[in-house]
């Protein structure tokens, strides 16, 4: 099972920092974004190769995940045992690469992965959010395996004024991820898809639940992307293909906690990110409330 993480994008929103380093290779801590999409995208029982959608004009993401076998003796012949030890382990994680050579949409570079996925089910995830506990592909495929292998959807809940920003499910809510009985649109709800509506008007929007990034898809997704036309912005989007597999096939989608993953898809959110597991994290907390100036925060 293959798990894809669509990553050709030109980072713009980045810029001039993307100019020569790829939104994918910016830090959080120590750890470039893509790498902690990449072991979230290994938890799930079954997934044993990530296929990583890449630019020819990015090859620093290939040569991240490629090992060096120099570069490490060195830092070892300098006592820096500890760093080689995690740049090998990053170097030797399951990555391989396909290319998406015209910027065509989500759906044409999920489509690029087609022959590397073949008649299997697939994960995507969108590689500018990741999860770091990384239960969530894995408490989707728990709710795939209940409904006899159907797709799977990551939601949360948007306030309704914001919901035009978002693409939102329609359907109808028909259990729990664990049995319990919990609200529509509380964390671990399950629900049955019927429609996807793209950036619907307050008054309009069939829930208030919007798609968070996280798709587990079965296979019949690649043929409907072989001959998807053209949708929103003249590009070809996994969402039409996915509207025309609920006339073929079940689809679920499962709650979760919007504050769960970590944003980095703008240069605000990055910091945020940055901040944040600087924070949770007993090794780094003290440091970056120095780093930072204590005084800024007041007491904390």
Request: aromatic share 6%; net charge negative; charged share 25%.
């Amino acid at each position: 099972m293959k798990a894809v993480i669509p990553a050709a994008g030109l980072g713009t929103r980045f810029l001039p920092a993307t100019k020569e380093t790829p939104k994918e290779l910016l830090p959080v801590l120590n750890k470039p974004v893509i790498q902690y999409v990449v072991e979230e995208a290994l938890e799930p029982e079954g997934v044993d190769e990530v296929v990583i959608v890449n630019s020819r004009e990015k090859p620093q993401l290939e040569s991240y995940f490629r090992v060096d076998g120099g570069y490490e003796d060195m830092l070892r012949k300098r006592g820096k045992t500890t760093e080689a030890d995690l740049v090998h382990e990053a170097s030797k994680l399951p990555v391989s690469f396909v290319y998406q050579d015209n910027p065509r949409g989500l759906g044409h570079a999920v489509h690029c992965a087609a022959d590397k996925v073949g008649d299997e089910p697939f994960f995507v995830l969108l590689g500018d959010y990741f999860v770091p506990d990384h239960q969530m592909c894995v408490r989707m495929a728990e709710v795939s395996k209940q409904h006899n292998g159907a797709s799977v959807i990551a939601v949360a809940p948007v306030p309704a004024d914001q919901v035009s920003r978002y693409g939102i499910i329609a359907g109808e809510h028909v259990g729990s991820l664990d049995g319990s009985d919990v609200a529509d649109e509380d964390e671990g709800a399950v629900w049955k898809v019927t429609g996807l509506v793209e950036k619907p008007a307050p008054e309009d929007a069939p829930s208030h639940l919007y798609i968070v990034g996280r798709y587990l898809l079965t296979p019949r997704i690649m043929d409907l992307l072989a001959n998807q036309g053209v949708g929103a912005g003249g590009e070809i989007q996994l969402t039409d293909a996915m509207e025309r597999l609920l006339g073929e096939e079940e689809m679920y989608a499962l709650v979760v906690d919007p504050t769960e993953g970590c944003d980095t898809g703008t240069p605000a959110a990055w910091a945020g990110v940055n901040a944040r597991l600087a924070l949770a994290d007993e090794s780094t907390r003290e440091a970056f409330l120095e780093a930072l100036g204590k005084s800024a925060l007041g007491d904390n």
